[in-house]
């Protein structure tokens, strides 16, 4: 099966989202974010993220960055990639028992106080 590599980054211009392929030219400070329709536009490289190939319970994309909770329990979790031996094996969210319960709340950059939860341990904002 064949996965859609998509991303998304913040346009530098206005903070709105831009989806599509990515770009990224050496010495520039900004990422490129091209459309299907062949628009590019500069974005923060900060804000970048992959989308997991996953769709929340309300059939939303799930994004690098995102936070997700699920309906079984309140734990905040954010969006990354995982890796093994500095290899990337893919993303912290697994399509396994009770995904369809994963629900996003936000992004780490729309939505930061989503993570200053008293006592939510769970939200690590680390990169790795």
Partial sequence: MKR???FRGKVLFDGSWAYGSL??????RHG????????G?????K??????GLRDVNAKKIFEGDIFVTRVSPKRIVVRWQFDKGIRIGFNISAGRNFH????????????????????????????
């Fill in 32 to 39: 490129i974010i091209e459309t299907l329709h062949g628009q």
């Fill in 47 to 52: 804000t970048i993220g992959q989308w997991s």
């Fill in 4 to 6: 859609t590599i998509l």
């Fill in 23 to 28: 770009r990224i030219r050496s010495g520039v």
């Fill in 101 to 128: 319960r994963k629900e996003v709340i936000g992004n780490i950059h729309d939505n930061p106080e989503l993570l200053k939860v008293k006592g939510n341990k769970y939200a690590n904002t680390k990169k790795t």
């Fill in 41 to 45: 536009w500069d974005v923060d490289k």
